[in-house]
Nanobody, 120 residues
Framework: QVQLVESGGGLVQPGGSLRLSCAAS????????MGWYRQAPGKQRELVAT???????RYADSVKGRFTISRDNAKNTLYLQMNSLKPEDTAVYYC??????????????WGQGTQVTVSS
């Protein structure tokens, strides 16, 4: 069993910054890809950014140059630094991780989500 817990969401004014964290715990042997997704009201969940175990990253065009994904493999933690936030970034942000457990099972795990609201 693998758990992901996000934190760091909140209310911020346009142009402001937030840093999201996602801590993975449980019977973890290795974490492969990790990523951030978001879902705004009435819209489908969309990819924000991903990070592979090899260090490759990918971003949605809408956040390139403003958001930075990073991970601390020693702490099994993923981060998302969000700068120059816009009202259209308002959404529930979800952490995702593909994890190989100590019993060699592969889990595609999701966190419970953290609300980010950008408003003046």
């Amino acid at each position: 069993q693998v758990q992901l817990v996000e934190s760091g969401g909140g209310l911020v004014q346009p142009g402001g910054s937030l840093r999201l964290s996602c801590a993975a715990s449980g019977s973890i042997f290795s974490i492969n890809a990790m990523g951030w997704y978001r879902q705004a009201p009435g819209k489908q969940r969309e990819l924000v950014a991903t990070s592979t175990s090899g260090g490759s990253t990918r971003y949605a065009d809408s956040v390139k140059g403003r958001f930075t994904i990073s991970r601390d493999n020693a702490k099994n933690t993923l981060y998302l630094q969000m700068n120059s936030l816009k009202p259209e970034d308002t959404a529930v942000y979800y952490c995702n991780a593909v994890v190989t457990s100590t019993r060699a099972y592969v889990f595609d795990s999701w966190g419970q989500g953290t609300q980010v609201t950008v408003s003046s």
